[in-house]
């Protein structure tokens, strides 16, 4: 099973930025999707952003625009783009990973606290 380790995540006031990133432990090789998932206080984990290995994205429709996922191949490591930050988007991220005919995996998590 493949590890996910993530970093990036802290304090952002309202309208700020951050960059998480995510850094598998071995090669990724083949068809697979790379994503960001987060979990507020209370609340189901959602899907943020995912990409594929030919990179197609996706995002959710209260992050277009303000985050933008990314992946570098050399380095197996996807990385979130957040801008325009808001309170709302206080929660754990976690990165993600599936390829057919494997476990998927997950990474620890990060905590992203945007203060209004």
């Known amino acids: 099973q493949v590890q996910l380790v993530e970093s990036g995540g802290g304090l952002v006031q309202a309208g700020g930025s951050l960059r998480l990133s995510c850094a598998a432990s071995e090669s990724i090789f083949g068809s697979n999707i790379l994503g960001w998932y987060r979990q507020a206080p209370g609340k189901q984990r959602e899907l943020v952003a995912a990409i594929t290995s030919g990179g197609s994205t996706n995002y959710a429709d209260s992050v277009k625009g303000r985050f933008f996922i990314s992946r570098d191949g050399a380095k197996n490591t996807v990385f979130l783009q957040m801008s325009s930050l808001k309170p709302e988007d206080t929660a754990v991220y976690y990165c993600?990973?599936?390829?057919?005919?494997?476990?998927?995996?997950w990474g620890q998590g990060t905590q992203v606290t945007v203060s209004s």
């Open positions: 993600h990973f599936f390829k057919a005919g494997m476990l998927p995996s």
